[in-house]
């Protein structure tokens, strides 16, 4: 699984399914080894730790590993906001460069879903992406759909370990967490925008020293 001092892990579980949520597209990765890049769709109240809906291309190599083998875990990773942080940002006198990163995991068991409950968790999927659902479903009619589903297969991941790792500088002291966020907020790059927003989520960097 995943290396994580107790300074950074994520406080709680549902901070975790938060980040999940916020963070969908994963990467299953099974054995042998071989990985999919896939969004998820989180269902909290499934299970003892929750469940994770997806789908795979048909013709898909990673569709009949999984299939052979429903009784072996899978890993999936869920990667956030994540920048390079230079020592310059720092008050101390001594510093090395960083990169300081977000991300969720889980270990679970994959079970491929039949054609109707591929179809309805889909739906699902498609309904928390699009603010007018409506809308996308003239894109989408019902004729047109059966005849895309014949090239997919869904996937149940029931989980059963959930972990995560938020490196945000926790163990710096607050002048120099003040220096990284400064530096980030001021940074036009989306990544180090969206790495200082989830330092200020944490209260990182934001009082006084």
């Known amino acids: 699984m995943l290396y994580c001092p107790p300074q950074t892990a994520f406080p709680n579980q549902t901070a975790l399914y938060n980040f999940i949520e916020q963070h969908s597209f994963g990467c299953l990765v099974s054995a042998p080894f071989f990985c999919s890049h896939l969004p998820w769709l989180l269902q909290r109240d499934e299970g003892e730790q929750g469940v994770l809906y997806g789908h795979i ?13 429903p009784q072996s875990e899978v890993l999936i990773t869920f990667t956030g906001p994540h920048s390079y942080i230079s020592s310059r940002w720092y008050q101390s006198k001594q510093a090395v460069p960083t990169w300081n990163y977000a991300v969720a995991q889980i270990t679970g068991y994959p079970e491929l879903l039949d054609n109707a409950a591929t179809m309805n968790h889909l ?50 002291s607050a002048a120099d967490q003040q220096g990284v966020f400064a530096a980030l907020s001021n940074n036009p790059e989306p990544e180090a925008q969206a790495l200082a927003a989830l330092m200020q989520q944490y209260e990182l960097g934001v009082g006084s020293a």
């Open 57 to 69: 291309a048909r013709q898909n190599p990673h569709c009949q590993l999984l299939s052979k083998a």
């Open 123 to 172: 739906a699902q999927q498609v309904a928390k992406y699009e603010p007018d659902i409506g809308q996308a479903m003239v894109k989408m009619p019902f004729q047109y759909q059966q005849q895309l589903s014949a090239g997919i297969v869904g996937v149940k991941v029931t989980i059963t370990k959930l972990t995560g790792k938020l490196k945000l500088g926790q163990h710096r």
